[in-house]
């Protein structure tokens, strides 16, 4: 066993070429960045069933999907068709967000007498091959292809924090958590002689350091500390990413180390960068600086329940008003440093639908509406457009029940989609509000010389009466986008010095008005990814770049030549610079020699990363102190007393007086590093000389000290 393990990590190791040549470019033609876009979430077992051969059979499926917790029959074959058939276009989608693609287990597992299957795809047993009941890896190349034929991208889901449900005390319950590498098994959950599991109990949600290292429920928790399993799920998202997907959304990132998900970012946007976004769940009304700091510093954007929360509040329950979404809609601004590329929605499958029995269709249409046309990449989840309903899983994951084009939801989503790439003031831009009370909000977007303003009247039965009302928009009279669907906008008619005429606005109302001109001065839309290294591509979306090659800066280091890969009037590709490691600005300057706005906050790594485990034992402290990590790499803070690495935590691998952290460091590169303890009181370094160690070229580490008196 010991001799396949090396061999299989071997051939895994060669296969991922790790710091080798990026990928070729096989991206779709839709090649703006994600903010252009409004992506379609699907559970793929539910939309269609293309392929009734792939179904499974026996006690594992559902005819009618009367029950929602069975293979219900959707497949790749039927997203194909729906893509194919013009459903998704027609309703200005770009993007889709599918169901972990991998093979899952077949078992059907009893919950308190209730069967259930892996319909949902996230009971993995090998992350290297297709799941079978959606189809073959043909089956999935042709969706992709056939996505990609009308300018849609594809991101799957992906979850690495685990495979499937396991026991403990009962190896036969389901498949134990079995692991499979393309067919040949590693280990099993209560089999597992090389630690690719974790091993610590369930976790009950109070600390971050519990979720992270204890099981999610019954979920086999993987050890991504282990150096086959980090290289085995490095080849295995490589795999998915030359099958030419284009995004990933990650599966329960709360859940798993913050070190080694920030290095399995570098090797992705090191070998073929991708918009990646991942789930971390917030509650109603939470805030939680842990979230904004992984959304700033892991290198891949969040599912933002923030926004979905309170849109969900206002729109949908009543419980808070619009004064309380324009400022959620302030506050994220300042607590996510690149708050246009967190991914907005009002539902999805961890969440109870939108649509509520007996309430009126306005208030699903308006929160589309004010997602649409929000900052953000806004997902929409399958049949929303539908006014589904669903109080909680598996009622929220049902079978599709209508590809009806008729609906007021798909005619608002049809309209409003498409302003995302024609006006760069909805994707871009930054928002102002402009009138608001309890039930009332106009908000203004602005990029550039391109404006778009948007105002909803949330109350159904009474008009509200507009005065005072200042706008962005030129001197002019203006038609309602939505005009002819039956949203009750109306026109206005703005004044020299953006004075608009007083008007009702109608109960229920919605109203989009817009202005678009060509930007003359070059700006900034986006740049991505945020997270980069020397010699890799990054690409610079915005306005006004002109048709002749300039400069572009990264700080205050010029990059120019050969070293700039395209350049357009809308894009720029080019490559990192070999610059010291660090945030960084990034802005471009025109062959006319003018010189645009800074991308701000533009993370620069040392290098290709590895996960190093720092353990400090006998490390002891006072009530209100905590042990702290810093060292002489950017990737450690650069000695910094102010801002080190941590809290270390100290409770679950390791116990008190025992402290520990994992983090992404540059590969093959000695380390100097120190822990110190902060409190109220004053910081308390470490004595003796500083700590050293040499990192791997590839897979993980970790490295045992004493606290240094």
């Known amino acids: 066993m010991e001799t396949q393990r090396k061999a299989l990590l071997a051939a895994t190791l060669a296969a991922l070429a790790i710091h080798a040549q990026a990928a070729p470019d096989t991206s779709v033609g839709n090649k703006q960045g994600f903010n252009t876009d409004v992506i379609y979430q699907i559970v793929t077992d539910r939309l269609s069933d293309g392929n009734s051969a792939n179904n499974p059979t026996g006690s594992a499926f559902s005819s009618g999907c009367t029950q929602k917790k069975l293979f219900c029959g959707g ?105 499979y590498d393309n067919g040949v098994l590693l280990a099993g959950y209560g089999s597992d002689p090389n630690g690719y599991f974790h091993h610590n109990g369930g976790t ?35 795999m998915w990413l030359d099958l030419g997907i284009d995004g990933i959304r990650m599966d329960a990132v709360k859940h798993m180390p913050f070190g080694w998900q920030k290095s399995l970012m570098s090797y992705i946007q090191g070998y ?30 969040l599912l933002d329940f923030q926004f979905a929360q309170k849109v969900r509040q206002v729109f949908k329950d009543g419980s808070a008003n619009m004064t309380s979404l324009n400022q959620m809609v302030s506050d994220t601004a300042g607590q996510y440093a690149h708050v246009g590329d967190q991914v907005t929605f009002i539902d999805n499958h961890d969440m109870p ?69 024609s006006n760069p003031a909805i994707a871009y831009g930054s928002t102002q509000q402009r009138w608001v009370n309890n039930d009332v909000l106009i908000y203004e977007r602005n990029f550039g010389n391109n404006v778009a303003v948007v105002a909803i009247n949330r109350n159904l039965s009474t008009a509200t009466s507009i005065s005072g009302f200042i706008a962005g928009l030129p001197a002019g009279s203006y038609t309602d986008v939505l005009n002819g669907l039956g949203f009750n906008g109306n ?38 990814p ?89 490390a002891t402290t006072v009530s209100g102190e905590n042990v702290y990590l810093t060292g002489d790499k950017f990737e450690l803070t650069n000695w910094s007393a102010t801002a080190p690495l941590g809290p270390l935590f100290n409770q679950v691998v390791y116990s008190y007086p025992n402290w520990y952290t994992d983090v992404s460091v540059p590969a093959g590169t000695t380390l100097s590093y120190k822990f ?27 490295v045992n000290v004493n606290w240094q008196p």
């Open 676 to 702: 110190l303890k902060k409190s109220a009181n004053p910081t308390v370094w470490e004595g003796g000389s500083n700590h050293t160690f040499t990192t791997p070229a590839s897979g993980t580490a970790t």
């Open 204 to 238: 009950d949600f109070s600390t971050l350091e519990s979720g992270i290292y204890r099981n999610l429920f019954d979920l086999a928790d993987l050890n991504h500390n282990n150096a086959t399993v980090d290289g085995y799920m490095k080849a295995a998202i490589k």
């Open 75 to 179: 497949d790749w074959k039927g997203i194909q068709n729906k893509i194919e058939d013009g459903y998704l276009t027609g309703m200005g989608i770009t993007a889709i967000w599918i169901s972990q693609p991998v093979e899952n287990i077949t078992a059907v597992l009893n919950y308190s007498g209730t069967n259930s299957t892996a319909y949902h795809g996230y009971w993995a047993r090998d992350f290297k091959r297709a799941n079978p009941a959606f189809g073959t890896m043909t089956d999935f190349t042709n969706m992709i292809n056939a996505a990609h034929a009308r300018n849609i991208k594809v991101i799957i889901d992906f979850a690495p924090n685990h495979t499937s449900p396991a026991s403990a005390s009962d190896t036969t319950f389901g498949e134990n958590g079995k692991l």
């Open 272 to 301: 073929k960068p991708v918009f990646t976004f991942g789930e971390w769940y917030l509650s109603e009304n939470e805030v939680d600086p842990a979230n904004h700091y992984f959304a700033n510093r892991s290198g891949m954007s």
């Open 353 to 421: 639908r939108f649509q509520v029995a007996g309430a009126s269709g306005r208030k699903l249409e308006q929160a589309l509406a004010f997602t649409l046309t929000s900052r953000g990449v806004p997902a929409i989840y399958y049949g929303t457009e539908q006014y589904m309903q669903g109080t909680g899983d598996p009622d929220n994951r049902a079978m599709m029940t209508s590809f009806a084009t008729t609906t007021p939801a798909y005619g608002l989503v049809a309209r409003l989609a498409p302003l995302r790439k």
């Open 491 to 528: 026109s206005i008619t703005v004044g020299a010095n953006g004075a608009v005429g007083n008007f009702t606005l109608a109960a229920g109302a919605i109203a989009v008005w817009q202005y678009t001109a060509t930007v003359a001065s070059p700006k900034l839309g986006h740049v991505g």
């Open 530 to 618: 945020n997270m980069s290294m020397p010699g890799k591509t990054v690409t610079i979306d915005g306005r006004g770049f002109g048709a002749t090659k300039g400069t572009v800066k990264f700080g205050s280091t010029v990059v120019s030549g050969a070293n700039i890969l395209s350049w357009e009037d809308t894009q720029v590709k080019v490559l990192v610079p070999s610059v010291a490691a660090g945030m960084s600005g990034v802005s471009i300057v025109t062959a006319g020699a003018v010189t645009s706005d800074s991308w701000d906050n533009f993370e620069i790594l040392s290098g290709p990363q590895v996960t190093v485990r720092f353990v400090v034992g006998n």
